[in-house]
């Protein structure tokens, strides 16, 4: 492979990988928690600041039963570092989510903002995340369920 096909190689990888977390977080938002699931690996592991889950088995309904609190939220993630080698793949990405509980009373809500780390895998799914693990960096309003830790 020449330098310059490897390279397009590499960026190929790094837009499905991206697409892979927009999805992440629309699934979130979209309370499409059976899709979610879908985006990691068997063997995932997801390091929350209020909880931890490993293996996709009953991801789910971890994700819905953490998020149930909430009837709406949003999800934003932008500032991707991703590095491929060969068939997995590691990276970052700086999120802010917003929570409300109540959408009749939308201006009471609670954000969180930090780093998501990444691993992913590649699978005959295509890229699937491996590990996610959040920092949070700052919050702001009431988070009266422990989401942020």
């Known amino acids: 492979m020449t330098v310059d096909e490897s390279r397009t190689a590499s960026t190929i990888d790094e837009a499905d990988i991206a697409r892979l977390l927009d999805e992440y977080a629309w699934c ?3 309370k499409r928690w059976e899709d979610w699931e879908a985006c ?3 063997d995932a592991e997801i390091r929350m600041p209020f909880a931890a889950h490993d293996g996709s088995d009953g991801l789910a309904e971890w994700g819905r ?6 009837e709406k939220t949003h999800h934003m993630s932008s500032n991707f570092q991703i590095t491929v080698e060969g068939d997995t793949a590691f990276g970052r990405s700086k ?3 917003v929570h409300v509980p109540r959408a009749d009373r939308s201006s ?3 954000v ?3 780093t998501y780390h990444w691993r992913f895998r590649r699978t ?3 890229w699937r995340i491996r590990r996610c693990e959040i920092e949070v960096a700052w919050t702001y309003g ?3 369920t422990g989401l942020s830790g």
């Open 28 to 30: 979130v938002d979209d």
């Open 40 to 42: 990691f690996t068997a």
């Open 65 to 70: 039963a953490a998020l149930a609190p909430f």
């Open 95 to 97: 999120f802010q989510a």
């Open 108 to 110: 009471e809500y609670f």
């Open 112 to 114: 969180v903002a930090g």
């Open 124 to 126: 005959e799914h295509g």
């Open 142 to 144: 009431d988070d009266a």
